[in-house]
């Protein structure tokens, strides 16, 4: 597609629900992230992908949070037994390649609400 | 999580003038991007910077990437009303951090017809 497109846009959760949130990275690109932004900050490293093989999984907060890309294309971050603390929005990039000098697109966000 | 250090957190300015923001960190970067962020939407890539001493022009937009590779600046000249929005700083490291972005705690831009 044109740009990176992510679903759904709002999620409203009740405590200790699992939710997952789809990240389809445009066309093409190697790479994807994914980014935690809580309200009032910059947006916080979560994990990243080259293909389909996670490289860095280091910002993932707690076991409770998984992400995969299974066929190198679409990705899914799911979160398990969500918290309040989780509330935030989740920003997926992609990008042709890592070493990309035309930085990462960004799509628009799932807004995460949990109650 | 560590964060650059972003400033200024807001700045309320009059159409036309120019504006300057800038952003430290305590590791070395290899790159330096400046994105803004709308409302409601992902970050836009403004400014990409990839050699220390860079100075490098979008439009009205200019950055640098300092000579310590641990500080960078963004200057927007002659402010228009649609520059509103929150900017942000985010650095890359080398090594196995390749992939990661550090961002800024952002500045507000609020520009006054």
């Known amino acids: 597609g044109a740009g990176v497109s992510q679903s759904p846009r709002y999620k409203v959760a009740k405590r200790g629900q699992d939710v997952a949130l789809r990240c389809d990275p445009i066309?093409?690109?190697?790479?994807l992230f994914w980014y935690q932004q809580a309200l009032g900050q910059g947006p916080e490293f979560l994990t990243y992908?080259?293909?389909?093989?996670?490289?860095?999984k280091s910002g993932l907060p707690s076991d409770r949070f998984f992400a995969e890309r299974p066929e190198g294309s679409v990705s899914t971050l799911k979160i398990q037994r969500t918290q309040q603390e989780d509330s935030a929005v989740y920003l997926c990039?992609?990008?042709?390649?890592?070493?990309?000098?035309?930085?990462?697109?960004f799509g628009s966000g799932t807004r995460l609400t949990v109650v | 999580g560590q964060q650059l250090n972003q400033s200024p957190q807001s700045m309320f300015i009059q159409e036309g003038e120019d504006v300057s923001m800038n952003c430290t960190s305590s590791?070395?970067?290899?790159?330096w991007l400046w994105y803004k962020q709308d409302p409601g939407e992902g970050p836009v890539l403004l400014i990409a910077?990839?050699?220390?001493?860079e100075l490098t022009s979008n439009g009205r937009l200019t950055a640098q990437f300092g000579i310590t590779r641990k500080d960078s600046f963004l200057n927007i000249s002659a402010s228009i009303p649609s520059d509103v929005g929150i900017y942000f700083c985010?650095?890359?490291?080398?090594?196995?951090?390749?992939?990661?972005?550090?961002f800024g705690q952002g500045t507000i831009l609020t520009v006054h017809p």
């Open positions: 990039a992609s990008s042709p390649s890592l070493t990309s000098n035309y930085g990462y697109t």
């Open positions: 066309s093409g690109h190697v790479s």
């Open positions: 992908f080259q293909n389909e093989a996670q490289l860095d």
């Open positions: 590791s070395i970067f290899n790159t």
């Open positions: 910077l990839y050699k220390a001493g």
């Open positions: 985010a650095g890359r490291a080398g090594g196995t951090s390749y992939g990661k972005l550090t």
